[in-house]
């Protein structure tokens, strides 16, 4: 149902956003919601739980189809490959509260302009809002376009020069209030969940629903004692669940806490300036911004002056970034895509603290709130926690799969049951009661406890290791990870960074390099004076903070730093702008100092900062320092030496950081603030390389080994230089000797000519290689000398993976096979690069240290945060130590979870059917286990085994292949099916032999000594025979035998079933499950030779002749033994199921190995003078590849 919709009935919300779903009408039909009311009533509560547990059959059944428009009702499904349900009712805001504060008619002017989205979602005349709450976001009803809409956010389609119109004088008060009115608090409201409410969600859950069905049963059947026991034990797990769910609403509320209780000033068109509580702010509010230490209560846009914000909060960095206002530039184009640059530098986030706030020419700092509540970057941080992306993992459905055999099984049982209970006569309550004690038997109810125990004790040997898990069930996941990306700076390589060194240049090219090690100072130049001004510093109580890079660099200078006085005074200088100066032990320096007049920040995506600076009695100059190839483009090129590839590639393959520096003269009659960037950025004269130094982590090279020689891949994801990143993966190993590197070029197509792909072998050049040397050889040849299977890597950048991904798509999976390196990827690139290699079913993690991996941590099946900051709340693991120690040590004990789980699915399944098995034989006389008996096997076997198995530490070295990852995989449903059919056999067996025994038919009271006789006298009195509970524990040989059987066969099923090596700790290491077991088969040995009346009459066994025992001993170990042996020899023989494997050419079906077989088996690839034609269907033509043997090593500038 919900699938067939006319036009209409059916739409999407959030298009193309993470967040997408499909949103369908639905209207309230009076007689259906009677029916359903009737059902409710007639079925004692079960159907409104079958309703909370299935939103949309509620739906359905109580609800009619119709159009969006007159829905009272909504029904959501998310369009991602769980397709989960939700009801929510369509609600109503009225504006005729207004009235009275100022008398809001239909055709008022604030609400004619149709415009806005405001305006287009009132109803006129009748002045209300239909709106729709998902996840904590409102949908309004666009009534001109017809859908539902995000509300609480500036329009998208703004121009600046709008923005700055309309909002830049604030708005006035009967703005604020209907703003106010539809868009909702500006709160980011996080209640603590009370106690009761979390109780009712547990319990509610199915299983304890099927628990609860359990327990009752027991009660009517007098079986108290385990009954209480899965009570207590349910208790427990339910209150522990609790106390961590409330713990963690705890954390967030805290994390809110402060937000929702800020007071600003709010400048209004009419009121003037005013102090207003942050939660009564709406998008267009216009804030004034003064002092310092300010924390931001919504986003948004800076339209005057500049700020310096601490974003820790969304990148895991507590770096300073300078945020300037946004220009007001001519036309319609919206204000976010007006420039090349990211609009992101005029944002100021919410949650992120306002360091500094500086006006312009004695101004205010003004900026315009553009969203609020939960529309905000750390409102989405909160709701990515409130609301996770569920985790599709097959071994969760192969539970569900397993489950609902057991539940099959269970019903043939009933069967059987009923038919023998029937014709045996007895009473229909009777009947039913043994039924129903079939399922209870058949599926286990305390299976999910013992496998959460698991899960528990891994998590809690991580966090002794410093590893901190937000999501428990992801420690399963990360036993399957085959591949680990990491990013470079502060993950692989140290946070901090040296300088080594500065190569200025001049006509005749480079000079000689400047060694900052010999502890002279650099001689004054532009050079030093780019590297003491070109930088986003800022001074906070007498402390310099910013950028580490930027921060070595200035330190370098020996300069000092300064904010100039009331009484300073130079043309278009501001008072209180940033002025750094010589030091003593600086060189001889003919200027005072310099003032930074305005700074052009850094971004990722210009990966350059420019500022315009003014020489104290000198002349005003920009300066630019970034990346070498970006730098080199915006210089005169007479001014870029000739050798400037080849001396930033020796710099760059040996690791180190290189930044180019470039500067130009500017008029004194251009005001500073009147001047564009694209002016600012023209025209550079060439000025040096600045050298810097980023060691490897000591941890990183041993750490990637360890992952290569499990066969796990590794990937280096970064935002630096691709040849910086190239030497990195050399260095640690990712990239070993003798594998070559293979550079992939993709240009975007021009107007002479389509996209294009180039490959070049990148040779590993030593530092003295200097000069021009043709460093690209023919790959196909290279590649077939080493042989073809992984002797190479593809390394790209950022913008070439975004060429491939829109034009080439189908090379792309190609590509991915061999890509390792992939450098100046902005976060967005590194999280579709995540979600790109999970499409190839790699089971992906990602490592980094909170910048700009926020996305990526997240995308990934396993994101582990180097960094504490709140950023790394929406990361599943969270490592004290700062390196990638904990990457192995996260994927070992992520194998022995999983390899457990197993372990525990297996057990828990043979003890249901050893059970099963052997109630059925007695059902077949019409008996059955008594209550003690139920309860030994249950409690004092089963629980003790479930809550010591788990122990088990993880193997402390990783093999290179990964656990089975199905739990319906040949070998785990061979060895299951086998020790049921042995299990079955064995009770088989001991039923029909006890039966032909000699002393059999001469009744109990000569098949053993005296004691039957006390126990027959006892359990049997004159007027038993005439009731029906004569048959409820009646002692008998069958039953005698069967108890023994099935018991010690689930002491011996936990020992096979408890796998050490390779996965995890050998058995014998886990001395209190081993101890737990010796115990339990001394006591059942101790019962079955022992002769103590009391005991056997408490247990309802009779006493058999010694010879019989030991035949149960016989029959025992011969299970033992049969079962070990095939175990060991079959089902563990890793060696065997891959010759059967190939004897029977079973081949992965994971996309990742079709592709590594189609390649292994592709002449033609890497490919070398072909042509193919580009994906997209716009793009006819056909592509080059271009061979580069015939191309010159001179790069594009």
């Known amino acids: 149902m919900g699938d067939h919709f006319e036009k209409g009935q059916h739409a999407l919300l959030n298009e193309g956003e993470e967040n997408e779903m499909e949103i369908f009408g639905y209207q309230t039909h009076g007689c259906r919601k009677t029916l359903c009311l009737a059902g409710s009533i007639f079925s004692f509560g079960i159907l409104p739980l079958v309703f909370y547990w299935k939103p949309a059959w509620h739906v359905w059944a109580n609800c009619v189809p119709c159009s969006l428009q007159e829905a009272d009702t909504v029904l959501l499904r998310t369009t991602d490959e769980f397709q989960t349900y939700s009801r929510k009712k369509v609600m109503w805001i009225y504006l005729s509260a207004l009235n009275g504060a100022f008398g809001l008619t239909p055709d008022h002017p604030l609400i004619t302009d149709e415009e806005c989205l405001i305006n287009r979602a009132i109803r006129k005349p009748e002045l209300k809002v239909r709106y729709i709450k998902v996840q904590k976001i409102r949908y309004v009803w666009n009534n001109l376009e017809g859908q539902f809409q995000k509300i609480g956010s500036l329009e998208d389609w703004l ?138 209560p919504c986003d948004a846009i800076l339209l005057d002056g500049s700020c310096v914000v601490n974003e820790g909060m969304l990148t895991g960095e507590s770096i300073p970034v300078t945020k300037t206002p946004l220009p007001q530039m001519d036309g319609s184009v919206p204000w976010k895509t007006q420039s090349e640059a990211d609009y992101k530098r005029h944002i100021l986030f919410c949650g992120t603290e306002v360091i500094q706030a500086k006006g312009a020419c004695s101004r205010t700092v003004r900026a315009v709130v553009l969203q609020t509540g939960f529309n905000t970057a750390k409102g989405d941080l909160v709701r990515s926690i409130l609301y996770p992306k569920p985790m599709n993992f097959k071994l969760y459905r192969d539970a569900i799969r397993f489950l609902l055999c057991l539940v099959a099984t269970a019903t043939i049982g009933m069967i059987y049951t009923l038919c023998v209970y029937v014709l045996s006569g007895e009473a229909p309550g009777e009947v039913v009661r043994k039924a129903l004690d079939v399922i209870t038997i058949a599926v286990p109810p305390a299976l999910p406890a013992a496998l959460t125990t698991g899960i528990i004790y891994a998590q809690k040997r991580l966090k002794k290791r410093g590893i901190f898990c937000i999501s428990p069930q992801r420690i399963n996941v990360c036993g399957q990870l085959n591949l680990v990306c990491f990013d470079k700076t502060g993950t692989l390589t140290r946070e901090g960074l040296d300088v080594w060194g500065v190569m200025p240049c001049d006509k005749n090219g480079f000079q000689e390099v400047h060694s900052f090690a010999s502890g002279r100072a650099l001689p004054w130049g532009p050079l030093c004076a780019a590297m003491a001004s070109c930088h986003s510093l800022i001074l906070l109580d007498e402390t310099i903070q910013g950028d580490p890079l930027d921060l070595k660099m200035f330190e370098a200078t020996n300069w000092e730093m300064a904010t100039s006085g009331d009484n300073f005074h130079i043309r278009e200088v501001p008072a209180h702008a940033m002025v750094v100066k010589p030091s003593k032990t600086a060189s001889q320096v003919p200027v005072e100092g310099i003032a930074i007049l305005h700074q052009f920040p850094f971004s990722s995506a210009l990966q350059r900062m420019t500022v315009i600076v003014q020489e104290m009695g000198g002349d005003r100059l920009a300066f630019m320092k970034g990346a070498p190839e970006k730098v080199a483009s915006f210089c005169q090129p007479e001014t870029v030496p000739a050798s400037f590839v080849s001396e930033l590639q020796i710099y760059t393959t040996q690791g180190f950081r290189v930044i180019a520096l470039a500067y130009k003269k500017l008029e004194m009659d251009h005001h500073t603030t009147a001047l564009t960037r694209d002016q600012v950025e023209a025209d550079l004269i060439f000025l040096g390389l600045l050298i810097l130094e980023n060691r490897l982590k000591e941890e990183t090279k041993p750490v990637l080994e360890e992952l290569i020689s499990a066969r796990i891949r590794t990937v280096m994801i970064t935002g630096d230089n691709l040849q910086t990143a190239i030497t990195v993966a050399r260095n640690s190993g990712m990239v070993s000797k003798g594998q070559k590197v293979i550079l992939i070029e993709a240009s975007e197509s021009t107007g002479s000519s389509s996209a294009s792909i180039s490959w070049k072998l990148v040779e590993e050049k030593k530092p003295t290689a200097y000069g021009n040397q043709d460093n690209y050889i023919n790959i196909r040849e290279e590649v077939s000398e080493n042989g073809r299977e992984e002797s190479y890597h593809f390394a790209l950048s950022g913008k070439s993976f975004q060429v491939i991904s829109q034009h080439f798509s189908s090379l792309l999976p190609k590509i991915l096979m061999n890509g390792t390196i992939f450098a100046r990827m902005s976060p967005g690139q590194k999280s579709s690069l995540v979600e790109e290699f999970q499409k190839l079913d790699y089971f992906v993690g990602m490592c980094g240290d909170g910048a700009n991996d926020c996305g990526a941590l997240k995308m990934a099946h396993v994101g582990i945060s180097l960094s504490e900051h709140e950023a790394s709340v929406a990361s599943p693991f969270t490592s004290k130590t700062p390196n990638i120690a904990c990457v192995p040590q996260l994927i070992k004990e992520g194998r022995a979870a999983f390899v457990t789980s197993f372990c525990m699915f297996k057990y828990m399944a043979l003890y249901s059917i050893i059970q099963y098995v052997g109630v059925l034989l007695l059902y077949w006389e019409t008996n059955s286990l008594s209550n003690y008996q139920f309860l030994f096997q249950d409690l004092a076997i089963t629980t003790l085994i479930g809550a010591t198995m788990n122990l088990n530490g993880a193997y402390p070295k990783l093999v290179p292949f990964r656990p089975v990852g199905r739990l319906i995989s040949p070998p785990l449903l061979l060895s299951v099916i086998f020790n049921i059919l042995l299990s079955l056999a064995m009770q088989t067996v001991g039923f029909i032999l006890v039966q032909r025994q000699p002393w059999y038919n001469m009744g109990m009271h000569s098949a053993c000594t005296v004691q039957n006789k006390s126990i027959s006298n006892l359990t049997m009195p004159p007027t038993a025979p005439g009731k029906v509970e004569s048959n409820d524990g009646f002692p008998s040989f069958e039953n005698t035998t069967i108890w023994f059987l099935g018991t010690i066969n689930c002491i011996i099923v936990a020992l096979i079933f408890s796998k ?122 056909e592509v080059s590849y271009s061979n580069p043997v015939f191309e010159s090593n001179e790069e594009q500038l």
């Open 159 to 296: 121009s600046s020069a709008k923005i700055h119109l309309k909002f830049g004088s604030g708005l006035t008060r009967e703005e604020q209030e209907i703003r106010r009115l539809i868009c909702g608090p500006n709160t980011i409201d996080v209640e603590i969940t009370p106690i009761w409410k979390l109780l009712i969600k547990e319990v509610l859950n199915p299983f304890y629903i099927f628990q609860l069905f359990s327990v009752c049963l027991w009660f009517s059947e007098d079986y108290k004692e385990y009954a209480f026991a899965i009570i207590i034990m349910s208790t427990i797990s339910i209150a522990l669940t609790v106390y961590d769910l409330r713990t963690q609403s705890v954390k967030l509320y805290r994390l809110v806490e402060s937000h929702n209780s800020i007071t600003v000033p709010v400048c209004g068109r009419k009121a003037g300036v005013e102090e207003l509580e942050s939660r009564f702010l709406v998008p267009g509010d216009l804030l004034i911004l003064t002092g310092n230490r300010v924390q931001m």
């Open 1060 to 1181: 050490g090596k390779p996965f995890r700790q050998p058995t014998y290491k886990n001395y209190i499950f081993v101890l737990v077991l010796i115990v339990q088969l001394a006591v059942c040995l101790f019962i079955l030779f022992a002769d103590i009346p009391d005991l056997y009459r408490r247990l309802d066994l009779l006493c058999t002749p010694i010879l019989w025992r030991v035949c149960i001993v016989i029959m025992l170990s011969c299970n033992f033994i049969v079962s070990l042996i095939v175990e060991e020899a079959i089902i563990e023989n890793r060696a065997l199921w891959m010759t059967i494997k190939r004897y029977f050419g079973y081949r992965s079906k994971s996309q990742y190995r079709i592709w590594q077989r189609a390649l292994a088996n592709d002449p033609t690839w890497p490919p070398l003078n072909q042509m193919s034609p580009s994906d997209l269907p716009e793009c006819g033509k």
